[in-house]
């Protein structure tokens, strides 16, 4: 079985400051990591994936994540945040167990202040 | 391409009603999942279907079913509907082509209200 834990419910950033949100997970077989964003009443944007290869990930907006394998980390960063950045964002794990299940962890708000 | 879309995008029900919510996936994408989202316990997975079978499903009641049309698209129901099941229902399609893995697209969802 797979679970994921964000490790901060909240982060409150001034603009332009870096920011990292962190992810632990922990699993009995293999993964694909993630990170995704949702603006307030809108579905799931996905940010990056790792599957395989180089463990430093870059997605869309600047941001990118790190695999740790033997910490079980995945967490993300952004050098330099904006005000457009303040959004919800969540860490999933997927796994191939005979069909793809994909567990999310609970979320960090991430607010970020003029 | 057009992508997933769902239908309604708000509902309203009363308790003991039943529901069914509808999802198109991305043209070509032949997996289709479901999520539940609440402010409680964030986003569960509810289950999977390939190719008009289920193949994974998550620790939610009986209450819960889904099922998948020839065309891809799907839908899920739920029976019996309690206070609890006020939730935003996702609904996320990947076109699989192996067990490697392929991206999922999300839609807007569906956010139900039970009074």
């Known amino acids: 079985a797979q679970s994921v834990t964000q490790l901060d419910s909240q982060v409150p950033v001034f603009e332009e400051a870096p920011v990292e949100l962190r992810c632990n997970y922990s699993?009995?077989?293999?993964?694909?990591l993630f990170w995704y964003v949702q603006y307030p009443n809108q579905g799931l944007q996905l940010l990056l994936k790792?599957?395989?290869?180089?463990?430093l990930v870059k997605g869309i907006n600047g941001f990118e994540a790190e695999f740790n394998k033997s910490q079980t980390s995945f967490h993300l960063r952004k050098p330099s945040v904006h005000i457009s950045d303040t959004a919800e964002y969540f860490c999933?794990?997927?796994?191939?167990?005979?069909?793809?299940?994909?567990?999310f962890g609970a979320g960090t708000r991430l607010f970020v202040k003029a | 391409k057009a992508g997933v879309t769902q239908t309604p995008r708000y509902l309203i029900k009363t308790r003991g009603q039943q529901v069914t919510l509808s999802c198109s996936p991305i043209?070509?994408?032949?997996?289709v999942s479901w999520y539940q989202q609440t402010p409680g316990q964030g986003l569960q997975f509810l289950f999977e279907?390939?190719?008009?079978?289920?193949?994974n499903k998550g620790n939610f009641p009986g209450r819960f079913s889904g099922r998948q049309f020839s065309n891809s698209r799907s839908e899920m129901n739920v029976s019996t509907l309690e206070l609890g099941d006020s939730a935003l229902y996702l609904c996320?399609?990947?076109?699989?082509?192996?067990?490697?893995?392929?991206?999922?697209?999300f839609g807007p969802g569906t956010r139900l209200t039970v009074l």
């Open positions: 996320a399609s990947s076109l699989v082509v192996d067990i490697s893995y392929n991206e999922q697209f």
């Open positions: 699993s009995s077989v293999s993964v694909y």
């Open positions: 790792y599957l395989s290869g180089s463990t």
């Open positions: 999933a794990v997927s796994a191939y167990t005979g069909g793809f299940k994909t567990i």
């Open positions: 043209s070509g994408h032949r997996s």
């Open positions: 279907y390939f190719s008009e079978t289920q193949r």
